[in-house]
């Protein structure tokens, strides 16, 4: 796949500041926040879309989901939506799979 931003991020090649991190997932704050707290979860491996995941990447989704629920608790986030955008058609910008975890203000539903 095409290189991304958030491949430079992983790599370290864009400061960042990184609120969470190990061995197979990365977390920092998104430079266009929609919400008063409003944080990204990226795979280190750089998988383009949900949609393109396979079932190797089983246990690294899981992962990405327990590391959106670490960093909405270091937040103190109680109430909070955790979105993945798939395809440009969703909204989906930049093709590396990212989790927003979106709180601290009412949340809508259905969403736009
Ligand atoms: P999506 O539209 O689902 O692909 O989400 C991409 C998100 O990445 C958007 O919310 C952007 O604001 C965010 N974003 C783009 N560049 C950066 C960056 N350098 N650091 C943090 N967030 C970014």
Do not use: C
Not at 16 to 21: A, H, P, Q, R, S
Not at 50 to 74: C, I, K, T
Request: proline content about 8%; glycine content about 8%.
């Amino acid at each position: 796949m095409a290189d991304t931003i958030f491949g430079r991020i992983e790599r370290g090649e864009i400061p960042t500041e990184i609120l969470y991190e190990d061995d197979r997932a990365i977390a920092f704050r998104d430079v266009n926040p929609v919400a008063p707290i409003h944080l990204l979860v990226i795979p280190r491996k750089p998988i383009e879309t949900l949609s393109s995941a396979e079932p190797a990447d089983e246990s690294l989704l899981g992962h990405l989901l327990l590391v959106a629920n670490r960093v909405a608790a270091d937040a103190r986030l109680e109430n909070y939506r955790v979105v993945i955008n798939n395809g440009a058609g969703s909204g989906q910008t930049v093709f590396h799979l990212h989790l927003h975890v979106i709180g601290d203000r009412p949340l809508n539903w259905p969403p736009g």
